[in-house]
């Protein structure tokens, strides 16, 4: 090989790669505008979806009153700050164990709103926050609460989960919130 195959070498291999960057650049601030309206982005089985549900939760989550975000409230800030440094090394565990909260507090608001209720009875979560829908929980924050379990069911069964960031403390910050006023909750 003589040194002008070589050069033609690298200029046929570096041609569309040059071409690439040269329209992304070009279209840079065209194409921001543009990803927001993206519904499904996926990279190695990581999806954008979830953090795209995320961001609606968190709309819905500002508009119902009188609820203190987990991420403020004193009782809540260590719990919170755990599970993000979890979601650092494990999203999914996070996300799980933040579910596993919000289970939990739902136990206890059940117990209190339905005393004589056998236990064994109401093992299902979606059994419990069915019972505790119009009585403790509001239509929005039921709502809140099948679209938080849809999104640990996507992180649970998602073969690689790996989203960072905000999406993951807001879901842990939204779960928290609701698992506190679940837990507070007196008849």
Do not use: C
């Not at 960057?21 to 279209?27: D, H, K, T």
């Not at 519904?39 to 979806?49: A, I, N, Q």
């Amino acid at each position: 090989m003589d040194w002008k195959e070589f050069i033609s070498q690298i200029i046929d291999s570096l041609a569309w790669p040059l071409v690439v960057m040269f329209i992304v650049w070009q279209l840079k601030d065209k194409l921001g505008d543009l990803l927001p309206r993206l519904r499904k982005v996926k990279h190695k089985d990581t999806e954008l979806e979830f953090a795209e549900l995320v961001t609606e939760l968190v709309s819905e989550a500002k508009s119902v009153e009188n609820v203190v975000p987990a991420s403020e409230a004193p009782n809540s800030k260590e719990n919170f700050d755990f599970l993000v440094k979890l979601a650092e090394i494990s999203p999914r565990s996070a996300v799980l164990e933040s579910f596993r909260a919000v289970e939990s507090a739902a136990s206890i608001a059940l117990t209190k709103a339905y005393p004589d209720l056998e236990s064994n009875n109401a093992r299902n979560p979606m059994q419990m926050f069915d019972l505790l829908r119009g009585k403790v929980l509001s239509d929005s924050q039921f709502k809140q609460l099948n679209d938080l379990r849809r999104l640990r069911n996507k992180a649970a069964h998602m073969e690689d989960f790996s989203l960072h960031g905000t999406p993951i403390e807001a879901y842990i910050d939204i779960a928290l919130t609701i698992a506190n006023g679940l837990a507070s909750y007196e008849p």
